[in-house]
């Protein structure tokens, strides 16, 4: 049985958020895109490493029917690129402020590619079985992560973030997906996390179809700006599926 009703009429989008951040994050592109009558999952990613994330959303995938468009922020740009390979019904990958690794690439490389990034002076380490757990700090989180929301968002935003493995950034990515998918791209200007630099080069190796680039934007720029998110997914689904 699919994990969601299928549409005749339009795909389904599978929304994977990344690190600091959870499911939630994608309710404002959501709620626009629902109430045209697109079936959506939002990815309850483990954030555990690129392997092992992306063999979670594989298996999600097989449960669903019809069309798939893969949107993923920040590390799930990673997961998308990882998950959405050898399933013919995934038919296009909106990455948004995501990193979009080649084969062997880590998402720590591609962070540290080019300057700009203050991510590691707001990390805090919590030791866990197998590893350590990374947060942003609470108190550098508006700035670091949401600078373009409101100080109450990101802070509910910071205190419901979740954790990613520290081994997560330093693991290396296999085949990507956007050699052989459409793919879309959209990010802020003043990503503290990944460097706009960072963003221009993956969408242009990647082959972008539509790169979306926002003034003053943040890593999470998507969140006070969603409609331009809808936007851009409408477009690849018109694009990819004829709806």
Same mark, same amino acid.
């Given at each position: 049985m699919s994990v969601t009703e299928p549409s005749a009429a339009k795909p389904t989008v599978v929304f994977v958020h990344g690190a600091f951040a959870e499911s939630s994050s994608w309710s404002g592109v959501i709620t626009e895109l629902s109430a045209e009558g697109f079936p959506a999952i939002a990815l309850a990613n483990p954030l555990r490493g690129g392997t092992s994330d992306s063999e979670y959303l594989r298996a999600t995938l097989k449960d669903v029917s019809g069309d798939i468009i893969l949107v993923g922020h920040s590390y799930g740009g990673t997961v998308i690129s990882g998950g959405g390979t050898d399933n013919p019904n995934v038919k296009a990958l909106v990455f948004v402020g995501a990193f979009a690794p080649d084969e062997g690439e880590?998402?720590?490389?591609?962070?540290?590619?080019?300057?700009?990034s203050t991510l590691a002076e707001n990390l805090t380490p919590v030791?866990?079985?197998?590893?350590?757990?990374? &947060?942003?700090? $609470?108190?550098? &989180?508006?700035? $670091?992560?949401?600078?373009?929301?409101?100080?109450?968002?990101? $802070?509910?935003?910071?205190?419901? $973030? %979740?954790?990613?493995?520290?081994?997560?950034?330093?693991?290396?990515?296999?085949?990507?997906?956007?050699?052989?998918?459409?793919?879309?791209?959209?990010?802020?200007?003043?990503? %503290?996390?990944?460097?706009?630099?960072?963003? %221009?080069?993956?969408?242009? %190796?990647?082959?972008?179809?539509?790169?979306?680039?926002?003034?003053?934007?943040?890593?999470?720029?998507?969140?006070?700006?969603?409609?331009?998110?809808?936007?851009?997914?409408?477009?690849?689904?018109?694009?990819?599926?004829?709806?």
């Open positions: 880590t998402p720590g490389e591609l962070a540290g590619k080019f300057p700009g030791p866990v079985a197998g590893g350590t757990d990374l &947060y942003i700090t $609470q108190s550098g &989180y508006h700035a $670091q992560f949401a600078a373009d929301s409101s100080h109450e968002v990101a $802070q509910v935003m910071a205190v419901t $973030q %979740r954790p990613i493995l520290e081994s997560a950034f330093s693991e290396a990515s296999g085949v990507p997906a956007w050699k052989s998918v459409p793919s879309w791209f959209l990010f802020g200007a003043e990503d %503290r996390n990944i460097p706009v630099a960072a963003h %221009r080069f993956m969408a242009e %190796r990647a082959g972008s179809r539509k790169t979306v680039e926002l003034a003053g934007g943040s890593h999470t720029v998507s969140i006070p700006e969603a409609a331009k998110l809808a936007d851009l997914i409408r477009e690849a689904a018109a694009a990819t599926t004829g709806h």
